[in-house]
């Protein structure tokens, strides 16, 4: 599952990394769907993390046997995969916990501020400089998820909160995915996340753990195998193509989000969902020009 160059840096293959993220904005909005059809037989958002990470675990285990795999595994960088584990964990426990209750256009959309967070980080992190325009994505970003949120007299609600969150961490996720070091693998990656999940969630859920019931298999081996699939296409792509590429691409999602909400769910945004969406949309093409108009000019430059 590794895919680099002679010289051992990840090679660049735009059009399997395009592939990759166009399935993604599919996939995910279908595992939406079956985060809410267990949220309604009372499963607990931990026991949906505990199971699903045990079961894709398992199935990550056999691939072991592979040499390849095996030797990827004892070289990887612990230390970066310890980082993307830790994100990716807690992104995905914001999400499902979320998806019991939201609608899911509504998480997509407040998850496309992922973009507007990198930005802030960028600037904190790295100092980077940001452009006038992209001060002005970020305010055009915080009012659309304002709009989306709707936020009362007694503010966010908890559910909201941790769908940005969840975006702030995947922010941090899809960073350190871009900045893994060549020689850990895909399968590496999807390997000490997989095991990180399977432990922390686990030791969650332990104390409210109860046997998952016969109907409920179907749907936890469902959900291990679409969650397996967005894990191995977002590594993949955001390894294999430029993250500004990939991020636009993204944006698909809402057009999934919406017609897959509406035809298993039953769930039809109304006009303020729209406008938001498209001002949080608008907002992310905005700080992905700037990205790509940066990265142009950095490459422009005489070394």
Known sequence: ??????????????????????????????????????????????????????????????????????????????????????????????????????????????????????????????????????WVALMVGFGGTLVVLRPDASGIGLDSFVVLLGSMTAAGMNLAVRRMPARSTNYAVLFYFSVGGALVYGAAAAPVMTKPQLEEWPWFLILAAIALMVHTCTTVAYRVASSMLIGALDYARIIWAVLIGYVFLAEMPDLLDGLGSLLIVLSGVIVLKLSTARNAASTAQPP
């Open 1 to 134: 599952m590794s895919i680099t160059g002679t010289s051992g840096i990840i090679a660049q293959r735009p059009v399997l990394g395009v592939a990759a993220m166009m399935l993604n904005t599919l996939t995910i909005p279908f595992m939406g769907v079956v985060i809410k059809r267990l949220a309604e037989m009372e499963v607990g958002t931990l026991e949906m993390l505990a199971v699903r990470s045990w079961i894709t675990l398992g199935l990550l285990l056999p691939l072991l046997f592979f040499f390849d795999n095996l030797r990827a595994v004892k070289m990887a960088d612990i230390r970066a995969h310890a980082v993307h584990a830790a994100f990716a964990i807690t992104t995905m426990a914001c999400f499902y916990f979320a998806l019991r209750t939201l609608p899911l256009v509504t998480v997509t959309a407040i998850n496309f501020t992922t973009p507007i967070f990198a930005l802030v980080f960028a600037r904190l992190l790295f100092g980077e400089r940001v452009a006038s325009l992209g």
